[in-house]
C-alpha cells in the first residue's frame, strides 16, 4: 500500500518557506547546532489513534496540519506495527523489545493503583539511552508499574515523570491528582465536580519546560499522550470548532448496575465509585468531541516542533510519531463515523490490521530525507535496537527487535524479520503471525480452536479473503512459527489455557 506524499510535501514546502520568512524577522539561535552531537529523540506514542485518523493518511472529518508537516519533512512508515492491540503490553514491548511471546507484560492488568510492573533489572529504552549520556523524561501515561513498584518510571530508566502512573486514571482528562515524579500534585481546579484543569494541557507544559531545560545537553523525551482514548472530552474552545460541522449524533450516557435501591448510575455522578476514577464520562456530542481531541495532540505536536525550532534544536532531533494501537469502541467512540482504521479491517483487541497496523512518522532534518516512505515492515520492539543503533550502544541482552537505522538513514543493509509475533490473552486468546506478505490468525485460543484464517496482506490489505483452504502447507508453517514464537509465562499463562482447553 502506497502514501501519495507529494501533495503533503508540496504544502510543507511552502510552509517550511514562509517559516524561513518570519524566522529571519525573529530572534536568532544562539550557536549553530554540533553536526557530530547524538540526536536529542522525541518519540510521541498517541493513544488508540487509529491509521485512518491522520488527514495525510485519509482522514476527511477534520485535519491534522502539524502531524502531516512531520510526516512532510520525514519518513513515513507504511509497514508499521504496535506492540499489542491494547496499552500495557504493547507498551512493554516497546521499552523492553520483546513481543508479546517474550515480553514481560502481556495484558492490561491492575495492580495496587496501577498495573502490573516491569521487573528489577529489566534492560528498557531509557534506561540503554541514560548510559549513552541521555537525560531521560516521560510525561503522560505510564502503565508498566504501580508507584514505588519495580516498574516506577523512575526505576526503569527515566530521570524525569510527569502525568498518570495509572492507565486506569488516564481514561479520565480532569482527574484529581497527577504524579510528579514520586509525589502526588493534587489538582485543585478538578476537585468534586469540578472540571477546571485539563491534564493534557498540564503535561504539555511539562514537556516544553523538559526540552528547555535541556537544550544544551543530549535529551530522550517520551510522550505517551492519553489522546484519544476514552473518555471523549476536549476544551470548550476546541469543541466549538466542531459543534456545528457535525450532522446531529446521539449522545453517550454511561450507565452502570449498582444495586436494586440504586439500579442505575451513570459515571458523571460524583457518588459513583469510578468517578474521575476510571469510568468514561458522558458526552452530549462524541463526534465533535473525538475531533476536537486529535486536533488538540495535533497542536501539541506543532508546539513540540516549535519548541525545537526556537531553540535551535530542531536539526539534529529525531521525532518519532505513532500509536500504541487501533481505535478504540468505548466511551462513545465512533471509528466507523470517521474511518478510523481506514483500509483495514479490525479495532482495539483484534490483531486484525486495524488493531495492530499503525501510522509511523520519523523526522530527523539533519539525516533523514524529507517526503521520503518505507515499506519495511517493522514494529514496537525494532525500537530499541534502532535507538541503540543509532547512538552506537551495544546492547547488553538480546532482544526480537531488529534495528531499522539503514533504512531510516538510507544507508547500508537492512536486515528483515523472519516473522512478527502477536499475542493476546482477552476475549478466549488470540494469536498472529505476520511472514512476509502472510498474515495468520488463530481465534479462540483458550477454546481449544485450531483453526486460522490466512490472508495475502500484499493483495488483500483488508483482510477480507481467507485463503487458509488454498494453502495449507502455509497454515502448517504457521502453526509451528506460532508455537515456537512463544515462552511461557506464569504471570501470564496461556499455554496452560489451551492446553485445559484441550483436555477431554
Not at 493534557?200 to 507544559?205: D, E, G, V, W
Not at 552506537?392 to 533504512?407: M, Q
Amino acid at each position: 500500500m502506497e502514501i501519495q506524499l507529494q501533495q503533503i510535501t508540496a504544502k510543507f514546502l511552502v510552509f517550511a518557506l514562509l517559516s524561513v520568512g518570519v524566522a529571519a524577522c525573529g530572534p536568532a539561535t544562539e550557536k549553530a547546532e554540533d553536526p557530530d552531537k547524538k540526536p536529542n529523540i522525541i518519540y510521541i506514542l498517541a493513544d488508540d489513534l487509529g491509521y485512518g485518523d491522520l488527514s495525510f493518511l485519509g482522514q476527511k472529518k477534520f485535519q491534522t496540519p502539524h502531524i502531516d508537516q512531520l510526516a512532510a519533512r520525514g519518513m513515513v512508515f507504511t509497514q508499521h506495527y504496535a506492540g499489542s492491540t491494547v496499552c500495557a503490553p504493547s507498551r512493554s514491548a516497546l521499552m523492553t523489545g520483546f513481543h508479546t511471546g517474550h515480553t514481560q507484560v502481556r495484558g492490561n492488568r491492575g495492580l495496587n493503583g496501577g498495573q502490573f510492573p516491569l521487573a528489577t533489572g529489566t534492560q528498557t529504552l531509557p534506561k540503554v539511552l541514560k548510559k549513552a549520556g541521555y537525560v531521560t523524561g516521560a510525561f503522560g501515561k505510564w502503565g508498566l508499574g504501580y508507584p514505588g513498584s519495580s516498574g516506577d518510571p523512575l526505576k526503569q530508566g527515566f530521570d524525569v515523570f510527569f502525568g498518570y502512573n495509572s492507565q486506569t486514571i488516564a481514561h479520565n482528562y480532569y482527574p484529581r491528582e497527577l504524579f510528579d515524579n514520586e509525589n502526588i500534585l493534587t489538582l485543585e481546579g478538578n476537585q468534586g465536580t469540578d472540571e477546571g484543569q485539563y491534564a493534557p494541557l498540564l503535561i504539555q507544559q511539562r514537556r516544553i519546560e523538559f526540552i528547555k531545560n535541556n537544550r544544551d545537553t543530549t535529551f530522550f523525551l517520551y510522550m505517551p499522550s492519553i489522546i484519544p482514548h476514552a473518555e471523549l472530552k476536549a476544551p470548550q474552545e476546541y469543541m466549538e470548532r466542531f459543534l456545528k460541522r457535525t450532522t446531529p449524533e446521539p449522545p453517550y450516557q454511561f450507565e452502570s448496575l449498582l444495586g436494586p435501591e440504586r439500579p442505575y448510575q451513570g459515571l458523571d455522578d460524583p457518588e459513583h465509585p469510578r468517578y474521575k476514577m476510571g469510568g468514561y464520562g458522558s458526552q452530549t456530542y462524541p463526534h465533535a468531541a473525538f475531533a476536537a481531541m486529535v486536533t488538540l495532540l495535533d497542536n501539541q505536536v506543532g508546539e513540540i516542533v516549535a519548541s525545537l525550532e526556537s531553540l535551535g534544536i530542531l536539526e539534529n532531533t529525531l521525532i518519532v510519531f505513532t500509536s500504541d494501537n487501533g481505535p478504540h469502541l468505548e466511551g462513545g467512540a465512533d471509528p466507523d463515523f470517521f474511518d478510523s482504521n481506514g483500509p483495514f479491517q479490525g479495532y482495539k483487541r483484534d490483531l486484525h490490521e486495524g488493531g495492530i497496523h499503525v501510522p509511523m512518522i520519523a523526522s530527523w532534518p539533519a539525516k533523514v530525507k524529507a517526503g521520503s516512505q518505507t515499506d519495511h515492515i517493522s514494529a514496537f520492539w525494532d525500537i530499541l535496537p534502532t535507538f541503540a543503533d543509532l547512538i552506537g550502544v551495544e546492547l547488553e541482552k538480546s532482544v526480537d527487535g531488529i534495528s531499522f537505522l539503514p533504512t531510516l538513514l538510507g544507508e547500508g543493509q537492512q536486515e528483515a524479520h523472519d516473522r512478527l509475533y502477536w499475542e493476546f490473552h482477552e476475549q478466549g486468546g488470540k494469536q498472529a503471525i505476520r511472514k512476509g506478505k502472510w498474515k495468520g490468525i488463530k481465534l479462540n485460543v483458550f477454546e481449544g480452536n485450531e483453526d486460522i484464517l490466512l490472508f495475502d496482506l500484499e493483495n488483500d490489505p483488508g483482510e477480507k479473503n481467507d485463503l487458509s483452504e488454498a494453502h495449507p502447507e502455509l497454515v502448517t508453517e504457521i502453526k509451528a512459527l506460532m508455537e515456537e514464537s512463544r515462552v511461557e509465562d506464569p504471570e501470564w499463562p496461556f499455554e496452560e489455557k489451551i492446553q485445559s482447553a484441550n483436555q477431554p
